[in-house]
């Protein structure tokens, strides 16, 4: 039954509210056929969304079945969780705010809106850090060796396109592009592989050995030269793929050129150096590395850290591979793995491992006052876990 007008003003008496005081427009809802809370589920969107959506764009809900969902934009990732409300919340498409009602009419009058469905409960999103740890899994199952020798067929399966990664991993098509490129990761006939670690440091060996021999500065590597020399080596799409891994390129006199990035290749001589080794003596490391990169570049302990850990209570001291990709995704569990690895840990040396788990306006410090607690250890602040390691 739709209220008449009279029936709306007997009840505001009855309420004792003054019908100047309210908008002219008064709006009655009722209830549609075979309406069900089951019907509509409600979602709260931040202003940035918000704009997000109205200007067409989509949002896109990713998560395999044994995967919390999340939220996706363009290029950020939301938790999704649901939030009880205390109020009966509606869904009353034909609504309107009090804005969008008329102030001009010269009487009271009603406007009747449908409810189309109701709920006690929405999705809230919160930002979080993009899930991609899953990303660099998927692409090891069958990383790029290189080209197939003659006789030899490489293998097709475990290979995936932007669109098979968007299916499956928990994260922005931006965000996977950006740890894409952190894996060093390129595309070939369509798939996107990683290459295999010895392929990627054998082209990476053709590369430093090319600048040593020519005597070019590292900041000044022509493309063109690379390409001609070592065409007989490798593919020219993979000599260019780790130039631009390893290096930044520019343009100067119509010439593509490179400069490689030192930090990188060091990194990159380092890790070849630790890949086989369980622990490495420090001083030896450190002049075998030395030795090892092309001259002019200085290696140093700083470039690499969150891919090897110095032991600095050892005797000899030691250093070891440990990367931060290699660690849990989640934050209790990363915190327990580390303190399983080391029982004390200083915060120049734990901070590497815990920097990306750091949300929006969160610091290391917060992390490490929330998951460890602090001591002082022979005049060095040190930090062991809050609660019982699991081994």
């Given at each position: 039954m739709m209220r008449t007008l009279e029936e709306v003003q007997a009840t505001l008496q009855a309420a004792k509210l003054k019908e100047e005081d309210l908008?002219?427009?008064?709006?009655?809802?009722?209830?549609?056929?075979?309406?069900?809370?089951?019907?509509?589920?409600?979602?709260?969107?931040?202003?940035?969304?918000?704009?997000?959506?109205?200007a067409g764009q989509s949002l896109v809900i990713r998560g395999d079945?044994?995967?919390?969902?999340?939220?996706c934009s363009g290029d950020k990732t939301y938790d999704l969780k649901i939030a009880d409300t205390?109020?009966?919340?509606?869904?009353?498409?034909?609504?309107?705010?009090?804005?969008?009602?008329?102030?001009?009419?010269?009487?009271?009058?009603?406007?009747?809106?449908?409810?189309?469905?109701?709920?006690?409960?929405?999705?809230?999103?919160?930002?979080?850090?993009p899930k991609v740890k899953k990303l660099k899994r998927l692409l090891m199952e069958n990383?790029?060796?290189?080209?197939?020798?003659?006789?030899?067929?490489?293998?097709?399966?475990?290979?995936?396109?932007?669109?098979?990664?968007?299916?499956?991993?928990?994260?922005?098509?931006?965000?996977?592009?950006?740890?894409?490129?952190?894996?060093?990761?390129?595309?070939?006939?369509?798939?996107?592989?990683?290459?295999?670690?010895?392929?990627?440091?054998?082209?990476?060996?053709?590369?430093?050995?090319?600048?040593?021999?020519?005597?070019?500065?590292?900041?000044?590597?022509?493309?063109?030269?690379?390409?001609?020399?070592l065409a007989l080596l490798e593919p020219k799409e993979m000599i260019?793929?780790?130039?631009?891994?390893y290096g930044k390129r520019y343009t100067e006199n119509d010439e593509v050129l490179y400069a490689l990035d030192e930090d990188k290749v060091c990194r990159g001589v380092a890790l070849m150096l630790l890949h086989n080794a369980i622990k490495f003596n420090l001083k030896e490391f450190q002049?075998?590395?030395?030795?090892?990169?092309?001259?002019?570049?200085?290696?140093?302990?700083?470039?690499?850290?969150?891919?090897?850990l110095v032991d600095r209570t050892s005797r000899p001291e030691t250093i070891s591979l440990l990367r931060v990709d290699d660690l849990p995704e989640d934050?209790?569990?990363?915190?327990?793995?580390?303190?399983?690895?080391?029982?004390?840990w200083t915060e120049d040396d734990i901070t590497p491992y815990i920097k990306d788990l750091c949300g929006e306006k969160q610091t290391t410090g917060a992390l490490l006052t929330k998951y460890a607690?602090?001591?002082?250890?022979?005049?060095?602040?040190v930090f062991n876990s809050r609660r019982p390691v699991v081994t």
């Open positions: 908008q002219p427009t008064i709006q009655c809802l009722s209830f549609g056929e075979n309406v069900s809370s089951a019907d509509y589920c409600l979602m709260e969107l931040d202003d940035t969304l918000c704009k997000h959506i109205e079945k044994d995967e919390r969902a999340v939220v205390s109020n009966l919340l509606l869904f009353v498409p034909e609504g309107r705010t009090p804005d969008q009602l008329s102030s001009s009419q010269d009487g009271s009058q009603v406007a009747h809106a449908q409810i189309w469905g109701f709920c006690n409960s929405y999705w809230e999103l919160r930002k979080q850090r990383p790029y060796e290189g080209p197939a020798l003659s006789g030899q067929e490489e293998r097709t399966e475990n290979r995936y396109t932007m669109q098979d990664l968007l299916e499956r991993i928990q994260a922005s098509e931006e965000e996977i592009k950006t740890h894409l490129e952190t894996l060093h990761a390129c595309q070939i006939d369509g798939y996107w592989r990683v290459l295999d670690f010895d392929y990627e440091i054998k082209l990476l060996g053709h590369l430093t050995q090319l600048v040593d021999s020519e005597s070019w500065s590292f900041h000044k590597v022509p493309l063109h030269t690379c390409l001609e020399e260019e793929h780790s130039l631009n891994s002049e075998v590395w030395q030795q090892s990169v092309p001259e002019g570049i200085s290696t140093r302990l700083d470039q690499l850290k969150g891919v090897a934050t209790m569990e990363r915190f327990n793995h580390l303190f399983t690895l080391r029982e004390k607690r602090s001591s002082v250890q022979n005049g060095i602040k």
